[in-house]
């Protein structure tokens, strides 16, 4: 008997084929989007460079790889200064590969302007393996300008398996890096404190903002 494949694991293996296909234009209803922003980092992988605009920050990096690109399209700009129709102007110098999340666009993209300009990076970006990613709301609607140009998905929302999964790795990755900043003179103890029912490793300052204490022998004891 085949093992059933979770609603989750469906949308991230789409999400991957629409990358190997060079889909350049993907709108992707969520509820939540800031677990969307860490499915597409997981997808697309670290090489690739990720950056996202919103009407509050303007264009922002999403992974270590968009600082570059950043830099490659604003120049001296002030981030914030970008307007939804300069960052989608702007995205035509993003390198191969590259990702623009363009967050909350059901409030933008039915002005003429903007469909305009995301239509015209249909071409461009599919030349060369770049993903323009529109964010929006549930059930939003494409303007009938889009409808025949945009792939769009639908999220679903997260089972406990996926997001125990996914706090799992988060953790894991920020554990590491932790790790790489060792303070002088701190030592690695077990700990059973996080998360709970399972042996970690942690600093052990940590386990004293915890409300647990350490003796010399390196067991726990409560305050």
């Given at each position: 008997m085949s093992p059933m494949i979770r609603p989750?694991?469906?949308?991230?293996?789409?999400l991957l084929a629409a990358r190997r296909v060079s889909t350049p234009l993907v709108a992707i209803r969520t509820a939540d989007p800031a677990l969307t922003v860490a499915r597409i980092e997981e997808a697309v992988g670290r090489?690739?460079?990720i950056v996202q605009w919103d009407i509050v920050r303007g264009l922002v990096r999403v992974n270590d790889a968009g600082t570059k690109e950043i830099g490659k399209v604003l120049g001296e700009r002030d981030s914030a200064s970008v307007g939804p129709v300069d960052a989608l102007v702007a995205a035509c110098q993003l390198g191969e590969d590259a990702v623009l999340v363009f967050a909350n666009a059901q409030r933008f993209w039915n002005d003429p302007q903007v469909a305009q300009a995301i239509w015209n990076l249909r071409d461009?970006?599919?030349?060369?393996?770049?993903t323009l990613?529109?964010?929006t709301t549930p059930g939003a609607v494409l303007p009938d300008e889009l409808t025949q140009d945009v792939l769009v998905l639908d999220e679903p929302l997260p089972a406990v398996e996926d997001l125990t999964a996914f706090l799992r790795k988060r953790w894991?990755?920020?554990?590491c890096r932790n790790s790489r900043q060792k303070p002088a003179g701190k030592r690695l103890m077990l700990c059973s404190a996080w998360p709970h029912s399972r042996q970690s490793r942690c600093w052990q300052c940590r386990c004293r903002r915890r409300g647990l204490i350490w003796n010399s022998s390196g067991n726990e004891s409560g305050k």
């Open positions: 989750m694991e469906q949308f991230v293996k789409t090489d690739a460079a461009i970006f599919k030349a060369n393996g770049r990613t529109l964010l894991l990755r920020r554990r």
